[in-house]
């Protein structure tokens, strides 16, 4: 071999599957991952062939790409795939590998264009992705039955997600479980106010598990902490969530919490959940003051004091406010490194600098995911010591080891 | 293990001999290589052991290093060698390894040195090797035996070429099939007017094939394409290639044209290549213009409107105009990096700044060669994915068969 | 598999027990270390346990952590450790892990805390490590039992060291072989006056060969060869070191000379040496003009004209002069990187800008350990090379061998 490893200061393994079986058998309850899910190449390889390739991913907005020709790139594991929408206004999800000698297509991340046209040698293809022309070609050569190669793509109020599972789990399911919960926020009226992604030293569980728990709200984020009652275990009384959950209705919100994920999914990867509670008095929204950062979306006639976390499959998050929605999405890069992606999402017929500040509408969410970087990198480098042993979880952390439950079910060979 | 792998996008493969011979075996003619071709780790030490340390590889140019202990550093795969001038005026190829702990001596890009000495025990070596001097050792210790070690050096036409292999490809076989063609460049009176490295993230195999074939100039290189009528298949007349041919001759340029290249060579490494085509009308060489850029070269009397491609070994590629000479290397930095580096020769007598201008003589091979390494870096990225599908090459990529089909033999273990 | 290798540009291995046990047992006399020993996977992961792991490692001096709460980190191989200065004034080294998910816990180099409070979940420590308080925990759960690990460590004359072992080879052995030879220097009252880490693209054990041997420092240091006869073999008389060493008495130093170190040692790791040699007339101490840079250390009381080295356990080295002492610590960060860190100690008393000046304090230090990384990482390059072959040791490299023959038992299977 004629290899250079790059040292890693901790030790790692590749598990064969038997001992991966092992570790996913005796884990013992209600207790954070064993160090090996970190740091194991055989397990990461894993997590991505049968979590990320099979599960729905959030690529976008259809606000996105409003008029014919209009694409972007979505981009994971090494593959990347053109959202494009189509000449009957469709939306495709075509895989950018020319299929002359294997050039990416599309090399920007979003551009507008009536043909797809591979700049090596000029191969032409059609919007739904089948080959317009190719020059040059032997007359023997039938560019019929060759077209860019296609995944799945579903459009759930506004939201667009992609699957590169063969037989992904039914979209229906997550679409029937959500679609009158989230309606009057009319999102696929919506528009992108903002979007930012951040870049994570540490493996995408991490992210998750952090994501997943509000233990760590009240020492590590103040500014969540300030105007969000689940932060503090048992704080809000069932009486203070009665009446935000009547003025919910009042204001044309549903008033329903409902939560199929991970092992109570409807299947795999078919995982949704709308899930509200109540915020402080003095506080409408998740902004830097608890007041109002955006003109109130689609339906929603008022304010109701309540919020709402949302999944939708094993990966996709979001926070629902009357006057915006916060978009999560927590993607690999490696074993060590993984990408979090934030939209946010506000009313389309809101204009910037006129009727929100993209700033005071980002804040609340930039400063809590920016100190979950910061803590989810200081975890990383702590569970690759030596001298890690997985410690008890909390009530408070019961998300996660809900995560961690179905983790460990998902990748057992 | 304690080892920290970087992830890679895609799928990486450690391929055994036989998972190798197979898919030499049952590669389909006159398509593009498979995946495990750019992405094995084992494929790529095979490149490295079968073709590059066993090839012909352009190391410079005679006039870079014209005086007594004028020295440069070749430098491939982890190895470094000291092309220098001896006392006697020969060039000498020298490991770049001291013979006591293995320290590098000559640790610049070039210099000049009347002994070369290596700056860590001072050992002293001649500029043929021989260990001069080594302090206070042993009284037992015999100098006589040890000497650094060399590699074969051979020069054709002022150019310079090193081969680490034990008994390489007769050089002579190269040098007969060449010297009567290249002989009224004079090049072994030339000089290097410009030299530039362009590093490309992609596969050696992906540079190679690009520069194999003209398929491609037309869509992605307007600045060749206008000047070179190779970019549009057939479309010089067999009258208007006799024409230039014809001129060359009254130029005192070769007319012929000779090709004895890859699975054609006599005998691997070999391979020698000397073919003329005309230019467009208006064009006289390669240039933004078309027009000259630097004096004749050596004994050729006047532009003859053609030009010509050349190639000496399985991966040293040239052009040769009237005025000047593009000679081309690609070399492997690492599975996925490569280099091209380019050397631009003028006339001996040529001034920089008054027969000549710097910009305007590396314009056009600059421009292309920048657009070239990002077409290959995005050819690289598509290789990688999960979806990628080797497709049918085109009549015009007939170069890049050969050479794929060449490729393929030299690794089959 | 999904992974990518970076590609190093020589041949590296990944050697099974077997393969390194002959290499170990077939290695010739006096002659550097064979390839693989620098470049091979699996014998850099036995250096790590085998050594680093087992050793004692110098930290840091007591001056760094006065008051009750300070602190600091050492790291080693991916572990982090808070050496701390606790409520009774002992030193604690705490592994730098929260028993809860295993986030690190203080995040900078240095700081100072009543209680050590981990930022993700709060879980708050005392300076001996116990758990005093996890927030929202189960009823039933038992803090009691839970403390932040604790690796050894121990101080001589005010220097701090650690070691991973479970059971460390004794330091009493150490602490009896120098505490006499070290006591007037009285360095428990130094301070540190600057502390600078080097790193080096090199294996760690170039580093210290580097370290082992003066048949460099003719060729490569001018500046310290200036005022230290050991860098010409033989060349001080016995009568002028004879002279120092009655100086020596005088001014309050041990003119012993003591050397344990290596096979020589008492048991594993127990390696201690104090060897004096004179200084060039002219030359007081370590500094560019020979002259004084600092006040007299201790209960020195006047300059002797002669110069110290020390080692203490494998790795960690000093130089001892009147009026400073110079720490060394090689420690390795990969296979193919390593850091040197230097720590420089004047008498606590002194005052920065008055007494002493900290660039001309450090300047030769500095100047010849800038030197050595260049030269380490020449070395490194060479090493590499398929034509690489260990060469003969002069005797001006005895302690090098003397290193080599430790190391190769030391990591043998």
Redesign the interface.
Known sequence: ??????????????LNKRAITKLVNTHPPKT?LDQAFYTD??I??RD?EEIYLKSWLYAGHVSEIPAIGDWFLFEL????VIIVRSDTHEINAL??????????IC?TARGCARKLIC????WTYELDGRLRN?????KT?DKSGIAL?KIHVEVLEGMIYVNFGARPASFEVIRNGLTECLRSYRLDTAKVAHRQTYSIDANWKLAV?NYSEC??C???HPEYTRGHSLAK?GAHSEALMEEVMQRASACGLSDKSVSRIYLDAEGFGADYAYERYPMWQGHITGSEDGQAVAPLLGDVSDYDGGTTDIQIGPVNFALAYCDHVVIYRFT??????SECDITWLVNGSAEEGKDYDKERLAWLWDVTTTADK??IE??A????????????L???EDYTWKFISWYLRAIKP
């Open positions: 071999m004629t290899w250079l490893l790059i040292a890693f200061d901790g030790k790692e393994t590749a954070a190449v055989d990461y390889t991505i594991a090494g593959e990347s895989v950018n590998v020319c299929r002359h000698r294997g050039s990416r090399l700049g090596y040698h000029g190719a020059a040059h070609m032997q050569f190669k598990e233990y760590h009240a020492p590590a275990p690999p890069v490696s074993l060590d490194r910061r803590i200081s975890n480098k702590g569970i690759k010591s030596r001298y890690y042993k997985p410690g008890p909390a009530h408070m």
